[in-house]
């Protein structure tokens, strides 16, 4: 229908067959190429708020030790609080709030990173906002994406959130130091992310005890190598 | 809500090809897999779409189901999530075959008529 009398004539339908996120595709395909170039490792992290995302980057920092060099790109709604605890563990990181968003997209990645500036052979962390929901969806252009979960959270999180858990190449199940005081039976958590992800390795460990840990940074050197 | 991102990034893409014209319908592709939930589009369509070229264009969605593919018996079945059993074997293994699309199937578009809208009436 015309959009000006209402008469019939005038409407066209004009096919267009393009991919919703073709822009964040674009993006983030710019963004690997980036990083390709630089030889630079990038790896998106993503879980629940809580999980102990910036705990477990403040233990990767001290454990890698400079060897190789890591940077941090910090998603959240609002505040620095995280990437404050990043710098004081001594590394280099930018923080990115989303506002209103609820994920990070392949451009504040682009604009972050041009900030950041890692130096070659290095690897850049993404702490994603905290949320098992949108970010699933946006491709950032990193190597790999590592889902962190905690044995607080309910061992029924990935059939809950079954997009977040697919994306995976590896889940870490943190706060494995806990497991004595929750009601969490770590064979049904396995289980039920067999269902949505039988690909996806599995590190358990607890951030702040250590327990773990050496399989993390062994995992992370072997991608950096 | 990342609804409002999809439909953002919507908009975008229809203004980029569309000059002037005024859109009157627009036809998206999302599939039950894809992790957008069309309800929620529907729901904050219009809000997104005020101000821009496809404001008061009407929102039409294909929702195509999902087709997995059982990596034990090799069965292939619907899927209305990611959280799966094969009908045939039980096994959860599975291969997502279709029904993550996410799409701008087409948009109709009307030129501009030569009648104005309202018709100028002397008294």
Not at chain 1, 154 to 171: N, R
Not at chain 1, 174 to 190: A, E, G, I
Not at chain 2, 8 to 16: C, L, M, S
Request: proline fraction near 5%; charged fraction near 25%; hydrophobic fraction near 45%.
């Amino acid at each position: 229908m015309c959009g000006t009398c209402g008469c019939s004539a005038n409407s066209v339908t004009v096919p267009l067959e393009q991919r919703v996120l073709a822009r964040n595709d674009d993006l983030a395909q710019r963004n690997r190429e980036w990083l390709a170039q630089r030889d630079v490792l990038a790896v998106n992290l993503m879980s629940s708020p809580g999980s102990g995302k910036t705990t477990l980057l403040e233990r990767t920092i001290r454990e890698l030790g400079g060897d190789p060099a890591v940077s941090v790109v910090e998603g959240d709604q609002e505040t620095a609080f995280d990437a404050e605890r990043i710098r004081a563990a001594g590394c280099r990181v930018v923080q990115v709030n989303t506002g209103a968003g609820c994920h990070l997209d392949a451009g504040m990645v682009a604009g972050a990173l041009d900030d950041l500036a890692p130096p070659a052979r290095s690897v850049v962390f993404v702490e994603n906002v905290g949320n098992l929901v949108c970010p699933a969806l946006f491709d950032l252009g990193e190597r790999h994406r590592v889902v962190i979960t905690s044995v607080t959270e309910g061992e029924e999180k990935p059939l809950k959130y079954p997009h977040m858990f697919a994306a995976a190449d590896v889940v870490v199940l943190n706060k494995t130091d806990l497991l004595p005081h929750v009601d969490f039976d770590v064979d049904t958590f396995v289980r039920h992310l067999d269902r949505v992800n039988p690909r996806a390795g599995l590190i358990r460990l607890s951030a702040t005890g250590g327990a773990g840990v050496e399989t993390w940074i062994a995992l992370v050197r072997g991608w950096r190598r | 809500m990342h609804e409002v991102s999809i439909i953002q990034e919507v908009v975008a893409a229809i203004a980029a090809r569309s000059g002037d014209a005024r859109i009157t319908v627009v036809r998206l592709e999302i599939g039950k897999l894809s992790g957008v939930v069309a309800d929620a589009v529907r729901f904050c369509f219009d809000l997104v779409a005020e101000g821009t070229v496809v404001e008061g264009a009407r929102l039409v969605i294909e929702e195509p189901a999902g087709r997995v593919l059982c990596r034990d018996c090799a069965a292939e079945y619907e899927a209305e999530s990611l959280v799966v059993l094969c009908p045939a074997c039980g096994s959860a293994y599975a291969e997502v075959l279709s029904g993550r699309e996410l799409r701008i199937r087409s948009v109709e578009v009307s030129p501009s008529c030569a009648v104005p809208a309202v018709a100028p009436r002397t008294p």
